[in-house]
């Protein structure tokens, strides 16, 4: 069984920096699989914020190009996501998902609030 599990949210100020983990675990086919974090705010729906190739390749939404930062430890099966210049608009639960052998896996999302 996959699981995926988020940590590293909190609040901040708008300017300041938090940098979210995700440590995946149940399957040896995690290392060959793309990692992601997504973030769904209050009344709004999911959506992608960035994403990661098993090969390093990343791909983030407009709105987070510059500020956010994707990465990961084969190593350690770990996605990171360093975010920088946060906003108030990045507030949002932060899930972490792995999609693997056709099915989606999703952490229980970790909180970020960022103050004005």
């Known amino acids: 069984q996959v699981q995926l599990v988020e940590s590293g949210g909190g609040l901040v100020h708008s300017g300041g920096s938090l940098r979210l983990s995700c440590v995946a675990s149940?399957?040896?086919?995690?290392?060959?699989?793309?990692m992601g974090w997504y973030r769904q705010a209050l009344g709004k729906e999911r959506e992608l914020v960035a994403a990661?190739?098993?090969?390093?390749?990343?791909n983030y939404a407009d709105s987070v190009k510059g500020r956010f930062t994707i990465s990961r430890d084969n190593g350690k099966n770990t996605v990171y996501l360093q975010m920088n210049s946060l906003k108030p608009e990045d507030t949002a639960v932060y899930y972490c998902?792995?999609?693997?052998?056709?099915?989606?896996?999703w952490g229980k999302g970790t909180l970020v609030t960022v103050s004005s």
């Open positions: 998902n792995v999609p693997l052998l056709g099915l989606n896996y």
């Open positions: 990661i190739s098993s090969g390093g390749s990343t």
């Open positions: 149940g399957s040896i086919a995690i290392i060959a699989s793309p």
